[in-house]
Nanobody, 125 residues
Framework: HVQLVESGGGSVQAGGSLRLSCAASGYTYNRNCMAWFRQAPGKEREGVARIATGSGNTYYADSVKGRFTISQDNAKNTVYLQMNSLKPEDTARYFC??????????????????WGQGTQVTVSS
């Protein structure tokens, strides 16, 4: 079993930055793909960014490309999401997810095996 714990959320003004962390513990040997999703009230959960833990290859949703950066520290089993130039539309609860298979269709939330409890990000105008 795997546990994912997110941290780093908060409230910022538009244009500000936040860094989210996701620490994985437990049986992490099949930690092949890690991703960040977000969900705003009344909206579906959407993929934000993902990283293939073996190669370090990353991919981003168009809405965050150039503003967000996903990275990892494999020694700490931790994935980060650096969020810059935040906009009010980035307001959502952000979730970390782990997939035991390759990233593939990484934006499909149903493909992920484990989820964190989420951390709230609120961006005011």
């Amino acid at each position: 079993h795997v546990q994912l714990v997110e941290s780093g959320g908060g409230s910022v003004q538009a244009g500000g930055s936040l860094r989210l962390s996701c620490a994985a513990s437990g049986y992490t040997y099949n930690r092949n793909c890690m991703a960040w999703f977000r969900q705003a009230p009344g909206k579906e959960r959407e993929g934000v960014a993902r990283i293939a833990t073996g190669s370090g290859n990353t991919y981003y949703a168009d809405s965050v490309k150039g503003r967000f950066t996903i990275s990892q520290d494999n020694a700490k089993n931790t994935v980060y999401l650096q969020m810059n130039s935040l906009k009010p539309e980035d307001t959502a609860r952000y979730f970390c997810a782990l997939k035991t298979t390759s990233c593939g269709t990484w934006f499909d939330a149903r493909a992920y095996n484990f989820w964190g409890q989420g951390t709230q990000v609120t961006v005011s105008s």
